[in-house]
């Protein structure tokens, strides 16, 4: 690997370790739909004039109904998920439990894909699981309200990511990963955009949810709401592609292992968050564990706020 195209993965890893940081600020002011929508817009925004510079307008359209199913399990449940769990749940800790997406990858390939499932991988499943369970033990970490519904919700999107690799994998393989990105952002964003205007924002500290207004929500939160669009999404994915043209999808997706050490570095830095040993530990345990179970296979490609799990990676390599 290049010194350049070391760097790029480096920044890649911290752009989206940093994608927690600022679902940490946007979401309690503005709410999981809010957020989920105007990041799905933005990165449509601009992902589609690529599309149409490659001419790959006809293939989008062509599979429409197929980027309906991609939308729900790869934008919108797991948006909407993750963005939910950011009210109760510090950014670093967030960005461990997304970094189990490859186990359930692995656990998904196995139970629906029939994918074969060696001693290798299924100690790596275990050490994976072990690690999340290593990680529930960290009483300091779920002491806060709503907390351990919150893991639940940050698992449970994960495992959406997952479900949607194996479903882009049998129902969206011959598009390109921009343009199969591109259009699930798209169709994602025609779902949520309307419902999300029409509700209004959902601060966490409001007694009715429902009263509040766009111009009462915080210039914090727009920031933070606008990077996690801009540059957590459409930057990113730029960048992403680009790697895995240069250094093949297996290196590029090296950067899942590096995403949670970013994520609980400005968690701390920013909000002043603890790092605690068993976070670290419970890390370690849940990365070895992934690279076992998938060491030897294409890695489901991570999710979304580190990069979209509906990229279909296998024909790059």
Not at 36 to 44: E, K, L, N
Not at 53 to 73: F, S, Y
Not at 86 to 110: D, H
Request: with cysteine; aromatic share 8%; charged share 10%.
């Amino acid at each position: 690997m290049k010194p350049r195209d070391l760097i790029e993965l480096l920044f890649l890893a911290a752009v989206w370790g940093g994608s927690f940081l600022f679902l940490r600020v946007a979401s309690p002011a503005i709410g999981p739909l809010g957020v989920a929508a105007f990041r799905v817009t933005g990165g449509a925004m601009m992902l589609l004039p690529l599309v149409v510079l490659h001419r790959e307008g006809a293939a989008l359209r062509r599979h429409l109904p197929q980027l309906v199913g991609a939308a729900v399990l790869s934008s919108i449940l797991p948006f909407l998920g993750l963005s939910q769990a950011s009210r109760s749940l510090p950014a670093g800790l967030l960005s461990i439990l997304n970094a189990t997406t490859p186990m359930w990858g692995a656990l998904v390939g196995w139970l629906w894909a029939h994918e074969k499932l060696s001693l290798q991988r299924a100690l790596g499943l275990g050490m994976s699981f072990a690690g999340v369970a290593l990680l529930a033990s960290d009483g300091h970490q779920f002491s806060t309200e709503g907390a351990t519904g919150g893991a639940l919700l940050a698992l449970g999107s994960t495992l959406m990511y997952a479900f949607a690799v194996h479903y882009n994998k049998r129902y969206l393989s011959t598009l390109s990963p921009l343009t199969n990105s591109a259009g699930t952002l798209a169709v994602a964003s025609a779902l949520l955009v309307l419902p999300a205007l029409w509700v209004g924002p959902q601060p966490a500290h409001a007694a009715m949810p429902g009263n509040a207004s766009w111009a009462e929500v915080p210039p914090g939160a727009w920031t933070a709401l606008l990077a996690l669009t801009v540059l957590c999404t459409g930057v990113a994915y730029l960048i992403f592609y680009r790697l895995i043209d240069r250094i093949g999808a297996s290196r590029a997706l090296t950067v899942t292992f590096l995403i949670p050490v970013f994520g609980m570095m400005w968690g701390a830095l920013f909000l002043g968050e603890r790092i605690t040993a068993m976070m670290m530990a419970s890390t370690t345990v849940i990365l070895l564990g992934t690279w076992l179970s998938n060491h030897g296979a294409a890695l489901p490609t991570p999710a979304l706020d580190e990069a979209p799990p509906r990229l279909v990676i296998d024909k790059k390599q």
